[in-house]
């Protein structure tokens, strides 16, 4: 059964040091996001591509986060510099279309910054 | 704006009780509506959605617009159905951006 994957899965960092984790979607799902998932709370979205054009980041914070993903297909996110609170757990997610299909999601990167 | 709410952190039931999971929202539109669910150690998975009308591992959720609720139901609970609840919320011309409720961990005990 194909499968979102991510790594790391565990990543911890020091303030201020740049980190990136990356996804592979699933195959032939044109739609990939990003959620961060704060501990306590719902998952929330960063940044949403169609292809390889971004759809929605409007709650991505681009002073220190970027996402991208060049060829269509794996995606990167990067934080330069990491904060203390950007300790959370960073979700992937895919689905075949951008309207009414489902999402399905990885294991998740759990960043800690220390 | 959309927003999810999930007013309970923890349900605990004993095997073979009811369970009702609670999930109301405010959208302006017409929303579609899904349930997710985390199993321990496992990836975040749908459950079920709206539009589908359908009963998945016994599991039922209507969508009430008057009340603007999406509650998750079940007869009788197992102890297989532990695990993290999301209610989700994706809303017209919203490109399948989900926005999650803060999740209910249901807890089946014996």
């Known amino acids: 059964e194909a499968e979102v994957a991510q790594s790391p899965r565990y990543k911890i960092t020091e303030k201020s040091q740049a980190v990136a984790f990356w996804c592979d979607p699933i195959?032939?799902?044109?739609?990939l996001y990003w959620y961060r998932q704060i501990l306590g709370q719902g998952p929330e979205l960063l940044v949403q591509?169609?292809?390889?054009?971004?759809?929605?980041d409007s709650q991505l914070p681009k002073d220190r986060f970027s996402a991208e993903r060049l060829k269509g297909v794996d995606s990167t996110l990067k934080i330069q510099p990491a904060e203390l609170g950007d300790s959370a757990m960073y979700l992937c997610?895919?689905?075949?279309?951008?309207?009414?299909?489902?999402?399905?999601f990885g294991q998740g990167t759990r960043l800690t910054v220390v | 704006a959309q927003r999810v709410t999930q007013p309970e952190k923890l349900l605990s039931v004993f095997k073979g009780a009811p369970v009702e999971l609670k999930c109301n929202y405010s959208?302006?539109?017409?929303?579609?509506l899904f349930w997710y669910v985390q199993y321990s150690r496992q990836r975040l998975q749908l459950l079920l959605r709206?539009?589908s009308r359908e009963s998945i591992k016994g599991f039922t959720a209507d969508l009430n617009k008057g009340e603007t609720s999406f509650h998750l139901k079940k007869p009788f609970a197992q102890e297989e159905d532990s695990a993290m609840y999301y209610c989700?919320?994706?809303?017209?011309?919203?490109?399948?951006?989900?926005?999650f409720g803060t999740g209910t961990q249901l807890k089946v005990e014996l």
């Open positions: 989700a919320l994706s809303g017209t011309g919203g490109g399948n951006k989900l926005t």
């Open positions: 997610a895919s689905s075949r279309g951008a309207v009414n299909t489902e999402a399905f």
């Open positions: 959208y302006s539109g017409s929303p579609e």
């Open positions: 709206h539009i």
């Open positions: 195959s032939g799902h044109a739609t």
């Open positions: 591509f169609q292809d390889e054009s971004v759809v929605d």
